[in-house]
Structures are given as structure tokens and as C-alpha cells.
């Protein structure tokens, strides 16, 4: 596991990952501009006080609303945009670390934008219901534990359809849950680091990249 974290973190600093996070990095920021500027105009376009400080008022509480919206939920949203691209990822890992073993099998499109958003949605509905969890004395560790269940069952698999078909590498996963689940506690902790936690999905892809090699060699 910490040899495929150090390699995870030495692919974190290569071109291609840059580009992948700057791609997802731009995508995100698009997409709440344009939620914003269209929740102005809404407001500006349907809602009219007889006072003018009431109309600035509630579009100025919108826009804090959305800002405050867009700090909690740009890690959700990020991973789900770099979700189109971690194909990719995975494979310069395997061309980088791996030249003399099989390629792996890119998923198709419109799967892979399925996994994207099944897995956002997934992502952004267990960690609201776990959030209250964190005035309590255990809800950190919560967090942690939901979120380490996730990513590793999610990024494992996605690694490992790559070169199997889907039963095979939900079986895989299920066969090795304690190893997988162990791993994904570093990724877990990750996400809940701001700024940091935009870099967990390319690094778990890396990570679990490298982890899946490393099952498939001490697998009968």
C-alpha cells in the first residue's frame, strides 16, 4: 500500500495530471459562474420589492448563498468532471509503470459518465447525511470511514473494469474489501483537506491504479 501511495504521489506532478485537474478545475468554476449569473438574472427578472435595498439585498444574499454552495460543493462537482477524464489517467499510470503488462480497455463514454455522476451523486448524498454527525464526538471519524467504503470501492472497480468485465471486478474488490478499504482511509482523510481534496480523484486513480497491479500479481 505505501509503495503504491509514493508512486500515486509521483504521478500527482506529471503534465498529464495537471492537465486532467486544470480541465476539471475549469469545468467546475463554468459551471457555478453560470449558475450564478442565471440565479441573478431569475431573481433580477421575477422577484420586485417596493424597495430597491430589498431587491439588492436578496441578490446579494443569493450570490453569499451560492458562494457558500460552491465552497462545499466544489470537491463533489470536481471529482465528478475529472471522472471524464481518469481513463486517461490510468492509462499513462499502466504506460508509466506497467509497459510490459496487457493494456487495459478504455470504458465507454457514456459509461463512464454514468459511473461520473452515479458516483457524485452518491458521494454528495452520504456525506450530508453523515455532515450533522460532525458535532458529535465521532462524526470526523464517520466521515472518514463512509468516504474511505466509497472512494475505494468506486476507483478499484473502475481500474479494474479496465480489464475485466464488470462481475469480475466487483468480485475482485469484494475479495480483497479489507485491503481496498485499508488503502482508501489515505484518500478518505485527503478529501476532507481543502484544496487538497480537488487532487483526490486523480490521485486515487493513480493509487488505485497501482494497487489493482499489485492484487492481480498475488492473485491465484
Known amino acids: 500500500m505505501l509503495k503504491s501511495a509514493f508512486r500515486a504521489i509521483g504521478d500527482l506532478f506529471s503534465p498529464e495530471f495537471r492537465s486532467v485537474l486544470l480541465k476539471a478545475l475549469g469545468l467546475t468554476i463554468a459551471l457555478f459562474i453560470a449558475v450564478l449569473v442565471i440565479a441573478e438574472m431569475l431573481i433580477a427578472s421575477f422577484t420586485h420589492f ?3 435595498w430589498a431587491d439588492r439585498l436578496l441578490e446579494l444574499g443569493t450570490g453569499l448563498a451560492l458562494l457558500v454552495a460552491f465552497f462545499f ?3 463533489p462537482v470536481t471529482a465528478a ?3 471524464l477524464f481518469l481513463d486517461q ?3 499513462k499510470v499502466e504506460e508509466r509503470h506497467y509497459p510490459w503488462d496487457p493494456r487495459g480497455t478504455p470504458l465507454p463514454v457514456g459509461r463512464a459518465l454514468l459511473l461520473a455522476v452515479q458516483f457524485f451523486i452518491v458521494v454528495l448524498v452520504v456525506n450530508l447525511a453523515v ?4 458535532f458529535f464526538g465521532v462524526g470526523a471519524f464517520v466521515l472518514v470511514a463512509v468516504n474511505a467504503y466509497l472512494i475505494g470501492r468506486e476507483y478499484f472497480e473502475m481500474v479494474a473494469m479496465r480489464h475485466m468485465p464488470v462481475e469480475e471486478a466487483k468480485l475482485l474488490r469484494r475479495e480483497n474489501s479489507p485491503t481496498v478499504f485499508i ?3 489515505l484518500p478518505a482523510v485527503m478529501s476532507l483537506v481543502p484544496v487538497v481534496n480537488l487532487a483526490v480523484p486523480l490521485f486515487s486513480t493513480a493509487y488505485f491504479t497501482h494497487l489493482f497491479k499489485s492484487v492481480q500479481a498475488s492473485s491465484p
Open 73 to 75: 460543493l466544489m470537491s
Open 50 to 52: 417596493s424597495w430597491p
Open 183 to 185: 488503502a482508501a482511509i
Open 89 to 91: 489517467i490510468a492509462e
Open 81 to 83: 468532471f475529472a471522472g
Open 131 to 134: 455532515l450533522p454527525m460532525v
